[in-house]
């Protein structure tokens, strides 16, 4: 573990904060060391994620996911085939199938 660790800090992902940096100056560091690894390994990454641990993969997926939907139109006069209409056509603007 400690291998690991210390590739982190030579990274600059642990140890604090640098001098000078703020929160969002950090987390957009770390968020383009994300985006470049992924950009490298994402699609066998999450593959690999996806068949050897799937509550994972999950969990990131659903992280990932809005936490709200957010409906413009007043749903409390529609009857239970519109209801079940308008789920669907908010998951399907989702892609979530």
Avoid at 57 to 83: A, R, W
Wanted: charged share 35%; proline share 2%; net charge positive.
């Amino acid at each position: 573990m400690a291998g690991s660790a210390e590739c982190a800090r030579k990274n600059g992902l642990l140890g604090g904060r640098p001098k000078g940096a703020t929160g969002a100056q950090v987390k957009k560091k770390i968020l383009e060391k994300w985006e470049k690894i992924f950009n490298e390994k994402g699609v066998s990454i999450l593959e690999d994620l996806a068949e050897k641990n799937k509550t994972e993969f999950m969990k990131i997926g659903v992280s990932l996911s809005p936490k709200e939907i957010d409906f413009k139109t007043d749903l409390s006069n529609l009857t239970e085939e519109q209801l079940d209409d308008a789920i669907k056509n908010a998951l399907n603007s989702l892609e979530i199938r």
